[in-house]
C-alpha cells in the first residue's frame, strides 16, 4: 500500500539553528499539505499545496518558516531560525484527485525537539 | 467560527462498551466531516467520514451520527476493544480545503 514518506522521523536542534524536513507524497496525489501538531491537541494545517501553488498559507509564520514543492511531487518545509516554541510533530499529508479528493493520507510526522 | 470544539478529552471504556466522543462546528461552510484515529507515534488515519446530505453513517463498528441544525456531529464506537485505544480527531472542511481539526480525544479501553 503507498504511503506519504517523512524524514527524518525525529530532530534535536538548538535554538536558532535551521532545519528542514522532506515529505514524499502517494504518487499522483496532487494536494499536499503541512501540519503542526502540539502534543496534546489535533493538527494545525500550515500550507497547503495544489501540484507546486500554494493555495493557503495563512497560517505559516512566513517570517521563519518556508515552504516550496518545486517540481509539484516532494516538498520541503524549512525553519530558520528554530525557536523554543516551535517544538512539536510535523506531519505531512497528502490527498489525490476525483471523489477521494479530501481524504488525507498522512506519513508518520517528523518530531522536532528545540533545545 | 473556524474552531471545531471536540469533547470529552479523555475517555475510559470497558471491553465490549460504547465510546462516544462529540464535536460542535459554526462554519456552515463545512460539508465534510470526517474522523481520524492516531496511535501514539503515527500520523492520524482517516477511520470515517460523511457529508451533511445524510444523518448517519456506519462502518463496521464505527458509527458517525450528523445533526445539522444542531452543528453537531459524534462518533460511535460499537463493542469497543482494546485495540482501540488511541487518539480521535473530528476533523471539518469546506470541500476538503482548510480542514481544522478538533483537539482530539484520548480513548483507553480497559480489557
Known amino acids: 500500500e503507498a504511503e506519504v514518506a517523512q524524514s527524518p522521523r525525529y530532530k534535536i536542534t538548538e535554538k536558532s539553528q535551521a532545519v528542514a524536513f522532506w515529505c514524499d507524497p502517494i504518487?499522483?496525489?496532487?494536494?499536499l499539505y503541512w501540519y503542526r501538531q502540539i502534543l496534546g491537541q489535533g493538527p494545525e494545517l500550515l500550507v497547503q499545496f495544489q501540484d507546486e501553488s500554494v493555495v493557503d498559507d495563512s497560517q505559516l509564520p512566513k517570517d521563519r518558516f518556508s515552504a516550496e514543492r518545486l517540481k509539484g511531487v516532494d516538498s520541503t518545509l524549512k525553519i530558520q531560525p528554530a525557536e523554543l516554541g516551535d517544538s512539536a510533530m510535523y506531519l505531512c499529508?497528502?490527498?489525490?484527485?476525483?471523489?477521494?479528493?479530501?481524504?488525507?493520507?498522512f506519513g508518520p510526522g517528523t518530531r522536532l525537539l528545540v533545545l | 467560527q473556524q474552531q471545531v470544539k471536540q469533547s470529552p478529552q479523555s475517555l475510559i471504556v470497558q471491553k465490549g462498551g460504547i465510546s462516544i466522543i462529540n464535536c460542535a462546528y459554526e462554519n456552515t461552510a463545512f460539508d465534510y466531516f470526517p474522523w481520524y484515529q492516531q496511535f501514539p507515534g503515527k500520523g492520524p488515519a482517516l477511520l470515517i467520514a460523511i457529508r451533511p446530505d445524510v444523518s448517519e453513517k456506519k462502518e463496521g463498528r464505527f458509527t458517525i451520527s450528523f445533526n445539522k441544525s444542531a452543528k453537531q456531529f459524534s462518533l460511535h464506537i460499537m463493542d469497543s476493544q482494546p485495540g482501540d485505544s488511541a487518539t480521535y480527531f473530528c476533523?471539518?472542511?469546506?470541500?476538503?480545503?482548510?480542514?481544522?481539526f478538533g483537539a482530539g480525544t484520548r480513548l483507553f479501553v480497559k480489557a
Open positions: 499529508a497528502s490527498s489525490g484527485p476525483g471523489q477521494k479528493q479530501e481524504t488525507q493520507y
Open positions: 504518487s499522483g496525489h496532487a494536494t
Open positions: 476533523a471539518a472542511s469546506p470541500g476538503g480545503f482548510k480542514t481544522i
